[in-house]
């Protein structure tokens, strides 16, 4: 996860081959989260976010929940308090497939808990059947 500074700079962001080559594969990182943290006050705010991964970096995806999650917990435990937290994260703007992810953390005591939940553009849609008499890996009869 890198934090930017501005939305400007969320939106140019373009990794080059060159650079991901150089930098992100020695790493032994898959992918880059980048995000901006935007209208936050002490307990709650909206952030926009980036995911670029694979082939030098050139695949962006427009959702990714499990990064949400990650981010939702770092923010959580880098406040120094333990309070609940409410986010709502941006991303795929700039490819053109925006989606929403609603993350929350809160302390219940003992450890944080994060939820996400989100709305997202569905691209695709599909079925799969199985030849008469033959079942699937995970179907039931």
Do not use: C
Request: charged fraction near 20%; aromatic fraction near 8%.
């Amino acid at each position: 996860m890198i934090e930017l500074d501005s939305l400007e700079a969320l939106r140019r962001a373009q990794p080059s081959a060159h650079v991901w080559s150089e930098w992100i594969t020695p790493s032994g990182f898959a992918q880059i989260y980048l995000y901006v943290t935007e209208n936050t006050s002490s307990d709650e705010g909206s952030i926009r976010t980036r995911m670029f991964s694979g082939q030098g970096g050139r695949r962006e995806d427009p959702a990714t929940g499990s990064a949400a999650s990650a981010l939702a917990g770092h923010l959580a435990v880098s406040s120094g308090t333990t309070g609940s937290y409410r986010w709502d994260i941006h991303q795929g703007v700039e490819m053109g497939r925006p989606s929403q992810i609603f993350a929350s953390a809160g302390f219940d005591g003992s450890d944080w808990v994060i939820r996400i939940a989100g709305k997202a553009v569905v691209v695709g849609t599909g079925m799969l059947k199985s030849a008469p008499g033959k079942t699937l890996p995970g179907q039931l009869d």
